[in-house]
């Protein structure tokens, strides 16, 4: 019995050691194979960098990763050259997963087609960077002291009247206003309802577009041929020799003021804005009845209190090396403002004394304070646009007696603006209640100073 009860026992014993060393081996096994995968995974077994020449035509198993090679031996026939110039691409072992997913996949078809589609192109090497300035303000700084541009096409006679003075006889009347009206080549039809609508000239009234050279000359074919017939057709186009950019605005306010110092010396006052706004040049012209054009005069939607932006992605952002005071000086928005001639003239001579700034606005505040102007706010100029109607509950969805009393208002569409001077001059319209605009100086508050300036459309939107 004891032996038969040993006997049993060594069995038993050999039976769990043969299972122990079974489920050993697959553990080992299953660690191999795993180990395997991860190496395959891993692309260990590729050298770290490999060139691959990617057609522009390339179809999309190319563009996801898909295994050049096996492509080749499916149709050994088709080159990979094509008549098209092929892409270069340099990338580094691990923005190459997908090629080794490739391989693994090849096993399983069915999840292939699925992880392709869940795949994403591969990026190219030279995108630039989010974070990246969109402005070399190096290069700025290193060319600021190039002011000089030519005038291209000019309008030497603009500001002469008919007619000689009665008392004196020594020159030709006085211009009572000039419009300057800031604008790109590929904008002929901002400027046509401009000249059409608000812009239009008169007997006192004269109108000129301030021009540069496109950036962009291919997207615009012909464009010098445009400019020169338009000039031929209007007499009003003024084009300086400088690319016509964001940050080249200053050229172009330090040129047209060197112009009208040239040109039109004895003009009395100036409104100086963008196309893309709607002006009441009638109360424009009511408001400078009580103004003597002799003396120092700037009106418009003033800001003060303005911190630089230096967030890079911002199109306002100017870095500290090259404006490192906290706060900006006074300005006025570009979308349009009201100078006398007395004051054009001395912000001439002072815009050559300060060094030139990206942002026109503000270095045009600069020379204010170099002369020491302190500009007028004006309730009715809105450079920054007007308030949506759920923010101002007496304001209906573009109400005609509303822009009635307003100057200047920024951000509207070439069909708003011709639509909105019809609408103001049609003899049947009738506003009995008057709105009153808000009036006191415009201040940024706390939560819109770091935002960018005049980046949102403000205009109310139709329905």
């Known amino acids: 019995m ?84 092929p892409q270069i691409l340099l990338s580094e072992r691990k923005s190459k997963k997908p090629h080794a997913k490739s391989k693994a996949e090849s096993k399983s078809p069915k999840k292939s087609k699925s992880r392709q589609k869940k795949a994403k192109p591969t990026k190219q090497t030279n995108v630039p960077l989010p974070t990246m ?56 039809d901002k400027r046509q309802v401009v000249r059409r609508t608000w812009g239009k000239e008169d007997s006192s009234i004269r109108t000129v577009f301030l021009l540069g050279v496109p950036r962009n000359r291919s997207a615009l074919p012909l464009w010098d041929q445009l400019l020169t017939y338009e000039s031929q057709t209007f007499k009003d186009i003024l084009l300086w ?13 330090t040129h047209f003021l060197e112009w009208v110092n040239s040109t039109c010396p004895h003009v009395r006052f100036i409104f100086k804005g963008d196309a893309d706004v709607y002006v009441n040049i009638e109360n424009i012209l009511e408001l400078l009845q009580s103004q003597k054009s002799e003396q120092d005069l700037f009106i418009g939607d003033i800001i003060v209190n303005a911190k630089p932006i230096r967030r890079r992605t911002s199109k306002y952002f100017v870095p500290e090396f090259v404006y490192g005071a906290a706060l900006y000086p006074s300005y006025a928005g570009g979308g349009g403002f009201v100078m006398s001639g007395y004051t054009a003239r001395r912000l001439s001579s002072a815009c050559q004394r300060v060094e030139l700034f990206p942002i026109d606005d ?3 505040g600069m020379c204010l304070q170099l002369i020491g102007i302190k500009p007028s706010r004006h309730q009715g100029f809105r450079t920054f646009g007007i308030p949506r109607p759920s923010a101002a509950p007496h304001l209906q969805t573009f109400d005609p007696c509303f822009y009635r009393e307003l100057m200047v208002v920024h951000s509207l569409s070439v069909p708003q603006i011709w639509l909105m001077w019809n609408l103001l001059h049609d003899p049947k319209l009738s506003c009995h209640n008057r709105t009153r605009p808000t009036s006191g100086p415009f201040r940024w508050r706390a939560e819109e100073r770091e935002s960018d300036y005049g980046d949102e459309r403000m205009f109310v939107s139709h329905d």
């Not at 603009?158 to 419009?179: N, T, V």
């Not at 020799?241 to 605005?249: G, I, K, M, P, R």
Request: include cysteine; proline fraction near 4%; charged fraction near 25%.
């Open 2 to 85: 004891v032996m038969m009860m040993l006997m049993r026992r060594r069995r038993s014993c050999q039976v769990k050691g043969d299972v122990m060393c079974t489920i050993l081996l697959l553990v080992l096994f299953c660690l191999l194979f795993y180990v395997r995968q991860v190496l395959l995974s891993s692309n260990w077994d590729k050298p770290a960098w490999k060139l691959e020449i990617i057609r522009p035509t390339s179809s999309s198993r190319n563009l996801l990763g898909t295994n050049t090679a096996k492509v080749a031996k499916k149709s050994p026939k088709q080159s990979p050259v094509t008549h098209s110039e």
């Open 133 to 188: 300035p969109p402005f070399d303000f190096e290069g700025y700084l290193r060319a600021k002291d190039n002011r000089n541009f030519k005038l291209l096409i000019n309008q030497p006679e603009k500001c002469q009247m008919g007619g000689w003075e009665q008392a004196g006889g020594s020159h030709m009347s006085d211009l009572y206003m000039l419009i300057a009206v800031k604008s790109i080549a590929a904008d002929f």
């Open 241 to 253: 020799d400088f690319e016509d950019t964001f940050f080249n605005l200053t050229l172009k306010e």
């Open 362 to 364: 503000v270095f045009l």
